[in-house]
């Protein structure tokens, strides 16, 4: 039954990877070099996308929506990977988490989830990682494709592959992104990226 549950919730995800936003042309040699000004100053999106976790105890997918505006981040997950809705509301040292069993609050995302929920993400560095850059507080490595794009990103003891990637606004941002970490692994699809001007 869980290898069911695990087949079926990663099909899921794979499914929704024909919805995401489709390549606005090619990638060349130089253009990710060219554009790390603006991804590094990149601090305000809306993001719409799926997300599927495996863990030895839980098999779960859910919607995503994400708002990040500077350091304040809002992530909406509806469905399953979230007991129905949950949303995620903070900035550094004030994390809120709220579903049907009520509204929580704790210094971390991390441990607040990891309380709530019985597991966690690294919500801390995922502003970071989730553009395909790594976060400022501690040592990483990354691993780039032959058009010198991330490939994969190794950080506090978690492995970021990015394997898919869409041009909007003229920048090349991920469309498909694995972070394994032991026995977890999280599958996040982008099915709309907008970028804003920094708030």
Known sequence: ??????????ALIAGCATQAPGP????????????QTQI??????????????????????????WTQAGTH???????PFGAGRTTLDGEPGNVS??????TFSAPSPEA???SRLGWSLPVSALDHWVKAEPAPHSDSNIERDELGFPKTLEQDGWTITYSKWTNVDSLWLPGRISMIQGELRVVMIVTKWQPEAGK
């Open 24 to 35: 606005n042309g090619t990638r060349h040699i130089g253009d990710w070099k060219s554009q």
């Open 40 to 65: 590094e100053a990149l601090d305000a999106w809306t993001l719409m996308g799926k997300v599927a976790l495996s863990a030895p105890d839980t098999h779960q997918s859910a919607n995503l929506d």
């Open 97 to 102: 988490l709220s579903n049907s069993e009520g």
């Open 112 to 114: 607040l989830m990891q």
């Open 73 to 79: 981040y809002r992530m909406l997950l509806t469905g």
């Open 1 to 10: 039954m869980r290898r069911l549950m695990v087949i079926a919730a990663f």
